[in-house]
């Protein structure tokens, strides 16, 4: 990474008045993912500046000025066979990936052509959703697109074992949370990254 990212997040912050714990407790990360941004040890991915940004409130650019890399917003899109669902979920996705490009889907064969059109970065999936199983989804998704992150949601934690068989990278329990859904996306397989949607 070209430091000059992680010299603005430090100038941000300093102006802000907060110390590097203050931003990590306020981004749900460790106090040392703060400081390896600010050293350029790490970068952080494209999800995350938009979530610095929103923090320190600032525009992301602000953070990329003289990185000389667009960020690329992530596309994340969420399927689930209930309006009722997407109506409360996408509102709390919307919260921790602040930037975003958010699409929500009933019918699953409708998210498959917005995937065969666009690079999804990150899918959220029903497991069951009326005669389409959201595993099948799944494993329609990775053939498309193998490095688009998949997270099962469900309420009956009985799916988990076979969503686990699919290649999905994490398991979320309706309702989703922001603290349960910042746990998950430190844990995909393929962290956003802004322009890198293969």
């Keep these: 990474m070209n430091n000059s990212m ?25 106090r040392s993912t703060c400081s390896n941004w600010e050293s350029g040890r790490r970068s952080p991915d494209a999800a995350m500046v938009f979530r ?35 109506s409360g979920s996408i509102p709390v996705l919307k919260r921790v990936l602040p930037g975003a490009e958010i699409t929500g889907f009933t019918k699953p064969t409708e998210a498959l052509h917005f995937a065969e059109t666009t690079a999804v ?44 068989n699919t290649g999905a990278c994490g398991f979320l329990l309706k309702p989703i949370s922001p603290d349960t859904l910042n746990r998950q996306l430190a844990k995909l397989r393929y962290p956003l990254q802004g322009g890198d949607k293969a």
């Design 52 to 86: 610095i940004a929103e923090c320190l409130g600032i525009s992301p650019n602000v953070l990329v000025d003289s990185v000389g890399e667009p960020v690329i917003p992530p596309t994340v899109i969420m399927v689930d066979d209930e309006q009722i669902v997407l």
């Design 6 to 30: 992680g010299e603005n997040i430090r100038r941000e912050r300093i102006k802000k008045r907060l110390s590097q714990q203050q931003l990590a407790d306020m981004l749900f990360v460790e």
């Design 121 to 164: 970065d990150l899918a959220f999936l029903d497991v069951e959703m009326g005669k389409t199983s959201g595993l099948t989804l799944c494993q329609e998704l990775l053939r498309i697109n193998p490095k688009t992150n998949v997270i099962f949601l469900t309420a009956y934690m009985d799916y988990s074992f076979d969503a686990w």
